[in-house]
Structure formats: C-alpha cells, structure tokens
C-alpha cells in the first residue's frame, strides 16, 4: 500500500498502476473512496465493495476545513492515522492520499467555487449554510486528481450523496456514483465518527433516532397517511428525549431533497433527520417509499 500526500505523485502512482493491471482491452478501474479519515465499519463497507470492483482502490483521507461551518467541531474533528492506515492495509487499499490542507487547496486566494442549486436548500444545507459547496469543492478536486472510475458514498449522508450525484451529472463527469447502504451498530445507531463525541449517557439514548424514524415508517405501513402528524409526533418524542434537540426531521422528495406533506406512488420518499445528542449532531435517515 503506497501513502501519499502530494498531487503530482500520487497522478503517476496511479497511471503506472493503470498500466500494470491493464489486461489486454480491459483497461483497469479506479475506485474512490473519499473520507475524512477515523474510519470506522461504514468506510470498511466502502472500501470492500471498491475493493470489489476495481483493479485499483484509492483512499482519500483529508479533513476539509470548507465544508466546516465556524462554530463546529473542525479543530476537534477526531484523528487516527495509524489506525486509518491498518485498517486500510487489511482491506486491501492501494494507495492512500493524504494531503495537507497547502497542498489541496495552494497558498492563495482561491477564486472557483462549486454549488449545486435547490438541493442544499432543506436538511443539512439550512442548518449549515456554505456545507455542501464546501463537499462539491473538495470531492471535485479529488475526482480531478485521482479520476477514478467509481467513487463510493454512504446513505447516511443522503443529500451528500443526492448532490454529489448531480454535480456528477450535470458536470458530465465520467465518473459512477456507487451508493451504500449505512452501516449500524447492534442497537440500531448509524456509525459515525462523530459517535465518539458522545458521553456514556448520551451513547445509551443515541439509538433512539433511528427506532424513532423506525416506528414512524411502520405507522405509514399499517396506514397513517398524515405525514405532517407523524412528523410532530416524531419530533416531540426526540425533543423530550434527555438533552436531545431536534434540528430536522422532515419527509423529502429523494430526487428534490424537498419537503413533501403526503405519499406518492410516483416518488421515492425519505424520512430524514438530524438531532443534537449534547453538543453532538446526528444524522439518520430511513427510505419510506
Ligand atoms: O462524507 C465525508 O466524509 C465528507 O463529506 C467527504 C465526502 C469525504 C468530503 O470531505
């Protein structure tokens, strides 16, 4: 496995590689897997099934300052290099890019930004104003560096994943956006590298968020049909949970990532939420329909 925290090297790394593992007209595939490092068992499910499909797996690990708002956790954002890197060797990565913060983004004044209208409107991008250009930005640049064939995103993360998808498309990127399923704890709760943020307490009455989104979709299956009802349901449950504080929970349109008060046959529905646990903000979300 090659460690690699310079641009240029790691262009070279991977067109020799491209080259080596050629075999006759079937030219070799790159898998990306971006990540902000601390991985945990949702990036092993990642890095597996880029492992699985391409010749050659290649492993982002920077933490972007862009996608960080001003008052968040960006200088407490948790660290594990060595940990990152055994992980990594285990599961097969070929190279690991790690850059620093000069090296992604140069000394001065960068003039380019990348946003994506609409999608960023709702959800995560209301409550964390400049988030999404920040992610559109960095993952832009690591398509460009690494040119990957395949680049591999989690669900929890489901407006990352929408927008990420049409900046894809609507740049003509050649890339393939593989989405997967997000991977959870015995009791329930996404994995997140921000779980390490949580207290005992707060660790005990995190995996209330998701048998809430659970007990919301099973009302819709027996038959509920007011959204709106359930919704406020849903939300006075979490908010009476200790020190939980709701920031959203809405029904969204998967292709709009809008709000949407009923059930249509003709449009995949997600229930998506995010709750303060303390100080620590969680994300979940659960496909209704
Ligand atoms: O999901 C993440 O960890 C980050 O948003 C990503 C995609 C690595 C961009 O920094």
Partial sequence: MIICDKISPLRSEIRSMRTARTMGALAARVGLVPTMGFLHEG??????????????????????????????????YPRSPEQDQALCEQLGVDLIFTPNIEEMYGTEKVFTRVHVELLGNYLCGASRPGH??????VVSKLFHIVEPDATYFGEKDVQQLRIVEQMVKD??????????ATVREEDGLAKSSRNAYLSPTQRKIAPEIFRTLQTIAARIHSGER??????????????????????????????????????DANHSIRLAVAVYVGATRLIDNLLIT
């Fill in 43 to 76: 990036h092993a499910s990642l890095i597996q099934k880029a492992r699985a499909e391409n010749e050659i797996v290649v492993v982002s690990i920077f933490i972007n300052p862009l996608q960080f708002g001003p008052n968040e956790d960006l200088n407490r």
């Fill in 132 to 137: 999404f250009d920040g992610v559109c930005m």
């Fill in 171 to 180: 740049l003509s990127m050649p890339i393939e956006i593989v989405s997967c």
């Fill in 226 to 263: 007011n959204l709106m009802q359930l919704q406020s349901d849903a939300i006075h449950h979490l908010n009476h949970l200790p020190e939980c504080k709701v920031d959203y929970l809405l029904f969204v349109d998967l292709q709009t990532l809008t709000p949407v008060d009923q059930l």
